[in-house]
């Protein structure tokens, strides 16, 4: 699947994040070895620390429908280019190592559209393995 593509389903399903705390929305669409897509909100809670970002929202689906290859995920959050966190770089590598993570914000026209993607080997070098 086109990365654009992929971004736009992550853009729109940031409208569906539940942020009454910090009224940041973040949406996340992640694509398996076999061309499926599952997407993921964060999903914030009064105890702040409860909170679920998208990235790990969106894996957690895909895992528990026996999801185990992935090829890319997309992020998006409005007009902000919002790299993952460091917990869940950390939980991708245990599934993806390599994944393709793409940001935004999209930029129609411009050089890739705006788009900017890296391999998660760049964004956590290194990953802790047990
Ligand atoms: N958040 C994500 O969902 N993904 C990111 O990549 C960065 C942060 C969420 C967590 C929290 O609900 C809000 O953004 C502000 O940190």
């Known amino acids: ?21 910090s009224h940041f929305n973040v949406g996340a669409a992640l694509l ?3 061309g499926k897509v599952y997407t993921g909100v964060n999903v914030e809670n009064s105890s702040y620390g409860a909170t679920i970002c998208a990235e790990r929202t969106a894996f957690v689906k895909a895992i528990s429908e026996g999801e185990r290859e992935f090829t890319a995920i ?3 959050a409005g007009d902000t280019p919002a790299l993952p966190c460091g917990i869940c ?3 991708m590598a245990e599934f993806a190592p390599d994944i393709d993570v793409i940001t935004g914000p999209m930029k129609e026209g411009e050089e890739g559209d705006g788009l900017q993607v890296r391999p998660l080997t760049k964004l956590l070098p290194e990953a802790f393995v047990l």
């Open 1 to 21: 699947m086109d990365y654009r593509e992929l971004y736009r389903i992550a853009e729109d399903a940031a409208k569906n994040a539940y942020t009454p705390y």
């Open 32 to 34: 398996t070895a076999g």
């Open 74 to 76: 997309a992020v998006a």
């Open 89 to 91: 770089r950390q939980f």
